[in-house]
């Protein structure tokens, strides 16, 4: 998502104006957040705020919304939980780092904030998105919905916390090389979206 216009300098630039929420996850999202920048991205040397804030999505950035070459990644409070896997939110700080490497462009006229070389992007450094996406709608389809903006989480979205299941895909035995099913010896699983109603924007070869 592109940075807000119109914003006063004193709110863009004040990084102490937003309400501090304590982490419940056992790990940073700051230094999960920079651990995925430096593996996937080290072209992008800019600076990055990480936050946690109910804005409807499950996380979002704003490009230069910190000043200058200092971007604001943030996810949503419903992500922050104990039983919350890893793997999931690294995964997301991957599709809003993306935003930042391919950002959005037109496209026919129109702004598309996920051209197709973001869908391309995403696909090759994040085979295991079908299995994050499977997790989010087996463990958040209580708290979220799917809407023409995107993937929004309900403004009672505490009324249905409940607790979640571990990030656990099976294996694609269907003939894949185990480097590309599950590169970095298991770190990342994909397999294919059964479970879709719809196939997402990329498949991938």
């Not at 922050?80 to 991957?94: C, D, G, M, S, Y």
Request: aromatic residues 12%; proline residues 10%; neutral net charge.
């Amino acid at each position: 998502m592109a940075g807000l216009l119109g914003v006063p300098d004193v709110y863009r630039y004040q990084p102490l104006l937003f309400q501090p929420v304590p982490s419940l996850l056992g790990f940073s999202l700051t230094e999960m957040v920079e651990e995925m920048r430096a593996v996937h991205f080290p072209d992008l040397d800019e600076q990055i705020e990480v936050r946690i804030a109910s804005e409807g999505a499950l996380a979002f950035v704003r490009r230069q919304f910190m000043g200058p070459q200092k971007h604001l990644v943030v996810f949503h409070p419903v992500l922050n939980h104990p039983e919350t896997p890893i793997e999931v939110l690294r995964f997301i700080a991957k599709h809003e780092l993306t935003h930042l490497a391919r950002p959005g462009r037109l496209i026919d006229g129109a702004y598309e904030s996920h051209p197709p070389e973001f869908w391309e992007h995403e696909y090759a450094i994040g085979p295991e998105r079908y299995a994050v996406w499977a997790w989010i709608h087996k463990n958040l389809n209580r708290c979220a919905r799917s809407t023409k903006r995107g993937y929004r989480v309900r403004r009672s979205w505490h009324a249905h916390m409940t607790s979640r299941t571990p990030y656990t895909p099976s294996l694609p035995f269907n003939g894949e090389r185990w480097e590309r099913a599950c590169p970095g010896d298991g770190a990342q699983m994909h397999f294919p979206p059964d479970w879709a109603a719809l196939p997402l924007p990329f498949v991938g070869v």
